[in-house]
């Protein structure tokens, strides 16, 4: 949905969820904004033959309960737009707290900002040498083949393309950094491939002794680099929430926030960790697979930073920092089933639209740890979780 459409309306709920007749409710609400049937949503199974590609060994799909969030109101690089966001997850209390943090800081017409910083994936392979000259020696040559090593990547294919070429001497070893765009995809086999055949030209004209195409694995790991440097899509949310609106709906204050804000990253520095988020693992985890992405990839995706302070007049700015978002809108599992209507949902489907996803992703985020946060504060975490998410078997003791 663009700026010109009119305002999405609140998810229809009922009092003793989930209700079939609101749920079917929630799915015409759903098909009337993606402007399709969504039937595979509703339990129409995926052909088998679809899922070539993507799987080996193939016995069947899993199933996962999908929610939506929203109306997530964001103001990206194409204007101003709402949306529902579907969250596919298992842990009760998850999409009420998001949709929370989405009425929080979209309240009154508010919107959250979210722009896109930087775009690079970037592959590491390690070169090893005889000795420290010899890896030096190979690091100094590299600025000068940068262009043709450009054009070797461009003749392998139409979408991604080498931006940045970077080398760290590791004792005999040498690191190279590799930076590519990808289009809508994440685009890891095809910067895999690029790497590989610029990593064996490098070898061969400097007599490497060996050469290993993930040298320094950062894949799907958390890790430093993911950062610092950021790795896919750089993307930063920011909003503004009014002191009123906190009151009204959180029971907490802005001061409250930023002291457990203050409080968590002197446990965070303790802790040594990369992600100083609340709890965007969960968000972005839920959202990538209602989406058919990689969901391996969250242990990078989720690194980043909240910040929380108080504005002039006395509200809570917060934004949320996620300098390695890993996401594709085409490739991959994003062409079918469920994963394909979720993004038509979203209206990210198809080229020219990772863009708008990595924005939403962003928003999404900033909302979970703005709800989770206020929870902290007024003490009701406990209580929501007990409410919302008792799944458990008949019988079974608390």
């Known amino acids: 949905m663009n700026h010109d459409s009119p305002p999405l309306p609140r998810i229809p709920r009922g009092a003793d969820e989930p209700d079939p007749a609101q749920v079917r409710a929630r799915r015409a609400l759903c098909e009337r904004v993606a402007q399709s049937p969504l039937p595979h949503l509703a339990g129409q199974p995926v052909p088998e033959a679809q899922a070539r590609g993507n799987i080996e060994n193939l016995i069947g799909f899993a199933q996962v309960p999908v929610g939506i969030a929203g109306p997530l109101r964001v103001d990206g690089a194409e204007g101003t737009y709402e949306v529902y966001v579907p969250l596919a997850t298992t842990e009760g209390a998850m999409v009420a707290s998001y949709g929370r943090g989405m009425r929080l800081a979209c309240d009154e017409g508010a919107a959250i900002r979210a722009r896109i910083l930087a775009d690079g994936l970037s592959q590491h392979p390690l070169l090893c040498y005889e000795s420290v000259d010899a890896a030096r020696g190979a690091a100094a040559l590299l600025p000068g083949w940068r262009e043709e090593l450009a054009a070797l990547v461009s003749g392998q294919t139409n979408h991604g393309r080498l931006t940045s070429v970077e080398a760290t001497v590791l004792g005999r070893r040498l690191l190279l950094r590799l930076v590519f765009t990808t289009g809508d995809a994440i685009g890891i086999n095809m910067a895999a491939r690029a790497s590989d055949t610029i990593a064996r030209l490098v070898a061969e004209r400097t007599g490497a002794t060996a050469r290993y195409v993930h040298g320094q694995d950062v894949e799907k790991r958390a890790n430093a680099r993911a950062l610092v440097e950021g790795r896919g899509r750089s993307v930063v949310a920011e909003a503004v929430v009014t002191r009123e609106t906190l009151a009204r709906i959180a029971r907490v204050t802005p001061e409250e926030m930023i002291a457990i804000a203050r409080s968590y990253a002197v446990g965070y520095a303790q802790l040594g960790t990369q992600n100083w988020l609340v709890q965007a693992a969960n ?19 989720a690194t980043g930073h909240l910040d929380l302070d108080c504005t002039e007049e006395g509200d809570l700015y917060v934004s949320a920092l996620l300098p390695s978002l890993l996401l594709g809108t085409v490739g991959g599992g994003s062409g079918q089933g469920t994963a394909r209507e979720c993004l038509q949902l979203l209206g990210c489907a198809g080229s020219g639209k990772v863009g708008r996803l990595c924005e939403i992703a962003a928003a999404t985020v900033l909302a979970g740890d703005l709800s989770l946060m206020a929870a902290f504060c007024s003490h009701e975490f406990v209580a929501a979780h007990e409410g919302l998410g008792r799944n458990r078997p008949e019988g079974a003791a608390d």
């Open 283 to 301: 968000g972005l985890a839920a959202l990538m697979l209602a989406c058919g992405q990689d969901v391996a990839y969250v242990t990078e995706s």
